[in-house]
Nanobody, 124 residues
């Protein structure tokens, strides 16, 4: 059974940084499109950043461009989200997701396998 486990969330002051990690087990990330999503209270889950496994193309939501960086380490079967210059509006539960059938999509509805989520709170 596909499993994804996130870590790295926490409380950080505005302007600070966090790095989220997501380890995959029972499958190999190499052939999966992967992504990071977030959901704030009362809001829909939104795509933050995604990588296509087939052509390596990367998507970033406009709200995080220049501040967040997605990466993957296939040798560790792990993906990361480096978050810099964090803002209070980045506060949300962050989820990683993976799917072998997705191609260049960062829509939450396209992904079948999800982690349990990790809370990120940006506050002074």
């Amino acid at each position: 059974q596909v499993q994804l486990v996130e870590s790295g969330g926490g409380l950080v002051q505005p302007g600070g940084s966090l790095r989220l990690s997501c380890v995959a087990s029972e499958f190999t990330l190499d052939y999966y499109d992967i992504g990071w999503f977030r959901q704030a209270p009362g809001k829909a889950r939104e795509g933050v950043s995604c990588i296509s496994s087939r052509d390596g193309s990367i998507y970033y939501a406009d709200s995080v461009k220049g501040r967040f960086t997605i990466s993957r380490d296939n040798t560790k079967n792990t993906m990361y989200l480096q978050m810099n210059s964090l803002k209070p509006e980045d506060t949300a539960v962050y989820y990683c997701a993976a799917d072998p059938r997705v191609f260049r999509s960062c829509s939450a509805g396209a992904y079948d396998s999800w982690g349990q989520g990790t809370q990120v709170t940006v506050s002074a």
